[in-house]
């Protein structure tokens, strides 16, 4: 230490001089090393570019040898020339310059420059490869991802490791896992360590691996598990350890465990987004319904004119406002409550307020207009479904664990839909038409000799029921077909949903849709769709067994129906 | 189920201790509002009690839970000592021998005044007798002198739907005394009534107590001074006074709730 | 028994309805079989089992009436009891092709299709007659039974009984859309060939089975008459008016809903059992809750509550869509639903009420009040 120090203590030029030879000397190492150290970079810049530059090589041997040494080089910069290479991007001039198409494949680049080069003054050839040196291809590329500064192309290198998994991949699995600080990769990396580690002679270290797969992993994993507790011809098992097999065995439960914790989750997720978008449907139904004693079986066709309306507005932004495509949705809103809602006090106005207190003639007069409405979009805009885009915020979605991604235009649909319900609710209960509306709805006689005027509040309170009819129809047309008959598909849950839920508390209808969407969601996997939806019903009756009236309905002296 | 045979044979009411209608701690509450709040009322075997109050005192609901169109959330009603009308369906309640008129008419406004009269009779009322069995004799006469007691014998063959209020009522009265019950419960007979309907009603009334015993729900006063022999008086679900009417006329309590003069 | 039943009519009723059997089991045929083909007058062999498709509406629209117009409880989903009539008898006809299908296999064509190796076991039995008779008869009204039990008792009425009618003929049709439920999916039974030994494309077949329906849909309507215009029909009526005062009156109206319930099942299941070998196809479109519904209008258009009306409604209506369907397809639907509204504003009491808004004595008039 103290030679040391004595060597870097400061001295006065003189005794520089005095040790001249010495520093020479030490110049000269210095010299040397740094030298070398730029001599290692330029050989291994050459050795990086020589092998770069091979993979437009003529022969496919040679590109594949020069695949596997840009793979022990480890230097990510190759990973855009071999993706470039896997994805049929990679061209050679004449001259031997390696050049990278972009996707479109009208530009391009210098593989080592990174230059832009002009493609017409070149030509170009295609490098010859084969399955062969695409399954090379594959594992260098994942080798070099997962050393890549991008977390998500990282996290997304190691689940490509843990799909197809081959040997030799330890250490550099261990390195990576060394380097890496995010919680989510280094769980990936124990797993592929772990299912490395299965294969081992050491029984610690199969256990061990079992641990790390018990807490971890998923139903991939269940394969490689079974096989520990096979047996061979003779009928003993290949795995001799039973403390390995039963560790195996827990193993397995343990992920079946989790595995169905998270299928449940999907399945709520699923079902409350199927639940909202029934709500939308049926709330107004509820609304009408609960009014007047109408069930309108034009109902579905409002949510059909809300979609449609949807696709029109998504066409005029399409033509004339191009730039603002993603704010269609924005527009579309008010426009399908508009229409829809105009729609409905028309039917109103025309037809059922002559058939007020006959339901049943109510009930086949708005199915004859039903019949109308269909016939009309049709001839309209035809009998195909027609196309309705998502805008670019609600495409994709986020993943949330081990493969259950929730699309964020259901997540959209959900806080759309309850962000609706509150505004409905509000109106309700606290403005002086929803006052009106629940007098009438409660006792109409009573309700016009206080003088309210029970004409007009049928009129508002359709309208109102049709529009948000005409909202269910924005929220459809973002996940589902968008056709003429589109209503008819969801007017009989809807009746199940106020039949369930009740009449003349929004709770019924909230209750009534979101656990009609679970409940259909979740005996979707069990008993298929259709069986799925015939126990639904059968349920339904069984509740109407013992209440009637619906599970949230208004109680007291109603007139007898 | 019930035995559908049962339905015919003579249900017999115990009324052994001389009350035909024992209603105690009666107790309807609908969404929060007590419409019936521990009631308490004993009808005698063939006496006429008239009951009164303002409305929402629960008289209507009390008819309601006697014939079994509700349920109580409490207390016990009982017809005779032997039949618990809570536990009963509302047809069984009709065969063990109570009758309603509602408020409202509700004859069958498409059928004839006859017919009307021929379905409420008393007598086999299973599908398939219905279906096979033709009016006997005896039930024709029955159904005339009904027709008389009621005054209609010219409406006979008339859809009920055209008589006037008034006939409607008497029609629903006929109907009521055809199925011969031992417990007769009326809502509001005369309301609508002319004069001289009113008096005939009351006349009507009059006579059926002693072979029947007859609740009679109304708000005219002088129709109730000319029937009543005693009288219950209704407030909020519970009863507020009981007794003759003149004295329950005087009662401070009926006075300044009800009657204000 | 003679004596009641001559009651049922008029002097005249009767005559009028004779004429019409005549008319159809008599006169028609023998037009057909007497004229040479080029007469004017030669009742042409394609119309027999044209009339005999609409007879079997007819027949359905009688089992409506006497649960809608007569009691009041509307019901959006008949059109299962026929369906299940119709493929009870398709299946009966499936098995009688035996081997002479495409697949020439003793499997029917569509399970060869599938690759399905035996039969299932509830086709069984289907290869006699007898017992797919039975089926026919019991089973639409042992299905009606049960809902009608389950559905009445929890006292569901108007509006929330229709649509869980609705519910219950929609879930159906999805059950027998799939292929794998056994009964044809989507394409359902069809390319029948015999009959009982008869061949079905034999002019003679067809006609035996025509005259078989018009005799059937008499004396269901002679039946219909005979329950409303008994005791029974008041008490139906009743119920229909004002159940709870039926109900006051001490009838337990369960069990009548229930037995006319059934009884309009059973009668539709025969209808749907005569319906498939005149048109020689069932699918589960026939199960959708549109074609039921169009059934509630088929008596509405006639006229509710008079038994002859919901015959008239059902031939007016489907030879009006017979007509659209040819001369003016797209315009079908207009007219159906325009109909639907125009009937239940301004023509509640349909067509047959159009005709007799006269004497009290022939006074059919409904008050509608539900």
Same mark, same amino acid.
């Given at each position: ?96 310059? %390696? ?110 691996? %079992? ?59 699923? #079902? ?189 309170? !359709? ?31 809807? !009746? ?15 209750? #009534? ?49 | ?159 009920? #739907? ?14 009521? %005394? ?84 | ?8 009519h008029s002097f005249k009723g009767w005559l009028f309805n004779f004429l019409l059997l005549g008319l159809a089991v008599v006169l028609l045929p023998l037009l057909n079989i007497w004229l040479p083909e080029d007469s004017a007058w030669h009742v042409p062999n394609y119309m027999f089992p044209l009339i005999g498709k609409y007879l079997c509406y007819a027949l359905v629209a009688l089992?409506?009436d ?5 009691? #009041? ?9 026929f369906?299940?009539?119709g493929?009870?008898m398709?299946?009966?006809l ?96 069809t390319d029948f060939k015999r009959i009982l030994g008869y061949s079905l494309q034999e002019p003679s077949t067809k006609m035996g089975i025509y005259i078989i329906t018009a005799l059937i849909l008499f004396l269901s309507y002679v039946?219909?008459r ?39 099942? !059973?009668?539709?299941?025969i209808a749907g059992a005569l319906y498939v070998p005149q048109v020689g196809i069932i699918?589960?479109?026939e199960?959708?809750?549109?074609n039921?519904?169009e059934m509630?209008i088929w008596v509405?258009v006639g006229g509710?509550?008079t038994l002859g009306g919901a015959l008239v409604g059902a031939g007016l209506v489907n030879g009006a869509k017979s007509w659209f369907t040819v001369a003016a397809p797209d315009y079908w639907l207009y007219f159906l639903?325009g109909l639907?509204?125009v009937v239940?504003? !301004?023509f509640?009491?349909g067509f047959v009420g159009i005709f007799s ?14």
């Amino acid at each position: 230490m103290k030679e040391t120090f004595s060597l870097f203590k400061p001295r006065k030029l003189g005794t520089l001089l005095i040790g001249r030879k010495t520093l020479t000397q030490f110049f000269g190492v210095f010299v040397f090393l740094v030298m070398s150290v730029l001599s290692f970079s330029i050989v291994e810049a050459n050795d990086f570019e020589l092998a770069l530059q091979d993979l437009g090589n003529k022969s496919r041997t040679k590109i594949k040898k020069a695949i596997k040494e840009l793979g022990n080089q480890g230097n990510p910069a190759a990973l855009p020339a071999l993706e470039a290479l896997k994805g049929n991007r990679l061209r050679i001039s004449d001259d031997g310059v %390696l050049i990278i198409l972009n996707e479109s494949g009208d530009k391009g680049r210098n593989a080592l420059s990174e230059k832009q080069v002009d493609l017409k003054a070149l030509n170009l050839r295609k490098p010859r490869i084969n399955n062969s040196v695409r399954r090379v291809l594959s594992s260098t590329i994942g080798k070099l991802q997962l050393q890549s500064s991008d977390p998500n192309i990282r996290l997304a290198a190691a689940e490509q490791l843990l799909k197809k998994s081959s040997g030799g991949l330890v250490e550099l699995v261990e390195k990576a896992l060394a380097k890496e600080t995010s919680d989510e990769i280094r769980e990936v990396f124990f797993l592929v360590l772990a299912k490395e580690g299965l294969k081992s002679d050491d029984k610690k270290k199969r256990l061990q691996s %079992l641990k790390i797969i018990k807490k971890f992993g998923n139903n991939d994993f269940k394969n490689v598990l079974e096989s520990l507790l096979r047996k061979n011809e003779k009928g003993e098992f290949l795995e001799s350890y039973s403390e390995v097999r039963d560790n195996a065995k827990k193993a397995i439960s343990s992920i079946e465990r989790r595995q169905f914790f998270i299928d449940q989750i999907a399945n709520l997720f699923y #079902g409350m987004s199927l639940g909202s978008i029934l709500l939308l449907a049926a709330l107004g139904l509820a609304i009408t319904f609960g009014l007047m004693g109408v069930i309108n079986m034009a109902h579905g066709e409002m949510l059909m004119i809300g979609a449609y309306s949807t696709f029109v507005i998504q066409n005029l932004f399409r033509d004339y406002l191009p730039n603002l495509f993603d704010w269609y949705l924005i527009a579309a809103i008010p426009t399908a409550f508009i229409v829809s809602g105009v729609v409905g006090i028309i039917m109103e106005r025309s037809v059922i307020r002559h058939l007020y207190g006959r339901p049943l003639e109510t009930l086949l007069a708005t199915w004859g207009i039903s019949l109308v409405l269909i016939q009309t979009v049709r001839l309209i805009f035809g009998a195909q479904n027609v196309e309705v885009a998502n805008p670019s915020y609600l495409s994709g979605g986020i993943q949330a664990f081990n493969g259950v991604v929730l699309p964020f235009n259901r997540i959209a649909i959900i806080i759309f839909v309850i962000f609706v319900v509150i505004l409905v609710w509000t109106l309700l209960q606290k403005s002086s038409l929803g006052l009106q509306v629940r007098a009438v709805t409660q006792n109409r006689g009573m309700a016009s000799c206080v003088g309210i005027s029970t004409r007009k509040i049928d009129m508002y309170t !359709f309208g109102l029921g049709s529009g948000v009819a005409g909202l269910g129809g924005v929220a459809l047309s973002q996940v589902g077909n968008v056709g003429p008959e589109l209503g008819q598909l969801y007017i009989v849950d809807s !009746f199940m949903v106020v039949v369930l839920g009740g009449v003349g508390k929004i709770a019924g209808t909230v209750a #009534g849709a979101m656990g009609l969407g679970v409940l259909n969601k979740f005996l979707e996997p069990v008993a298929g769709a259709v069986l799925g939806k015939i126990l639904v019903l059968v349920l339904i009756i069984i509740v109407i067994q013992k209440r009637p009236q619906g599970l949230f309905a208004l109680k007291g002296r109603m007139v007898d129906d | 189920m019930t035995n559908p045979e049962a339905q015919i044979k003579d249900v017999s009411v115990d009324t052994s201790h001389g009350c035909i209608l024992y209603i105690e701690g009666l107790t309807v509450s609908f969404d929060g509002f007590k419409a019936l709040n521990d009631l308490n009322l004993y009808i005698d075997e063939g006496e006429l009690r008239c009951i009164i109050g303002p409305n929402g005192a629960g008289k209507t609901t009390m008819m309601d839970v006697i014939t079994g169109k509700t349920r109580p959330d409490k207390g016990t009603v009982f017809f005779g000592q032997n039949h618990d009308l809570s536990k009963m369906t509302e047809y069984e309640i009709s065969h063990a021998g109570i009758g309603r008129k509602f408020q409202k008419p509700t004859v069958f406004l498409n059928h004839t005044v006859f017919e009307n009269l021929e379905l409420a009779l008393k007598a086999e009322k299973n599908v398939w007798t219905s279906l096979t069995k033709s009016l006997s004799g005896e039930q024709k006469d029955l159904i005339e002198k009904d027709l008389e007691t009621i005054g209609l014998t010219e409406q006979m063959n008339l859809r009920a #739907g055209l008589l006037s209020h008034g006939q409607k009522q008497w029609l629903e009265i006929g109907m009521l %005394l055809v199925q011969d019950p031992k417990l007769l419960l009326i809502d509001e007979p005369v309301a609508g009534m002319t004069h001289q309907e009113t008096e005939r009603t009351a006349e009507l009334l009059a006579s059926l107590a002693g072979k029947h015993s007859v609740v009679v729900v109304e708000h005219e006063m002088d129709f109730i001074r000319s029937i009543a022999n005693r009288v219950t008086v209704l407030h909020e679900g519970s009863v507020l006074a009981e007794g003759k009417m003149e004295d329950v006329q005087e009662d401070p309590k009926v006075m300044e709730v009800y009657l204000g003069s | 028994m003679i004596k009641t039943i001559s009651e049922l009519h008029s002097f005249k009723g009767w005559l009028f309805n004779f004429l019409l059997l005549g008319l159809a089991v008599v006169l028609l045929p023998l037009l057909n079989i007497w004229l040479p083909e080029d007469s004017a007058w030669h009742v042409p062999n394609y119309m027999f089992p044209l009339i005999g498709k609409y007879l079997c509406y007819a027949l359905v629209a009688l089992a409506v009436d006497l649960i809608w117009g007569y009691t #009041g409880i509307l019901s959006l989903g008949h059109g299962v009891f026929f369906s299940i009539g119709g493929y009870a008898m398709g299946m009966y006809l499936m098995r009688s092709i035996g081997k002479e299908g495409v697949y020439k296999s003793d499997l029917p064509d569509f399970m060869v299709f599938l690759d399905w190796k035996e039969l299932p076991w509830y086709w069984y039995g289907f290869d006699n007659f007898i017992f797919t008779l039975l089926v026919i008869l019991v089973i639409p009204g042992l299905l009606a039974f049960i809902f009608g039990y389950f559905a009445f008792r929890s006292r569901i009425k108007g509006v929330y009984f229709a649509i869980i009618t609705q519910a219950m003929t929609f879930a159906l049709m999805l059950l027998f859309f799939r292929n794998n439920t056994g009964f044809g999916g989507n394409n359902g039974l069809t390319d029948f060939k015999r009959i009982l030994g008869y061949s079905l494309q034999e002019p003679s077949t067809k006609m035996g089975i025509y005259i078989i329906t018009a005799l059937i849909l008499f004396l269901s309507y002679v039946l219909s008459r005979y329950i409303v215009k008994s005791k029974l029909g008041r008490v139906l009526i009743a119920i229909r008016d004002a159940e709870s005062r039926v109900m006051f009156s001490g009838y337990n109206t369960l069990h009548y809903k229930l037995a006319i319930w059934t009884l309009s099942a !059973f009668l539709c299941g025969i209808a749907g059992a005569l319906y498939v070998p005149q048109v020689g196809i069932i699918n589960p479109s026939e199960m959708q809750p549109s074609n039921s519904i169009e059934m509630a209008i088929w008596v509405a258009v006639g006229g509710r509550g008079t038994l002859g009306g919901a015959l008239v409604g059902a031939g007016l209506v489907n030879g009006a869509k017979s007509w659209f369907t040819v001369a003016a397809p797209d315009y079908w639907l207009y007219f159906l639903g325009g109909l639907f509204i125009v009937v239940t504003l !301004f023509f509640p009491k349909g067509f047959v009420g159009i005709f007799s808004r006269s004497s009290s004595k022939n006074n059919k008039e409904v008050i509608l009040n539900d």
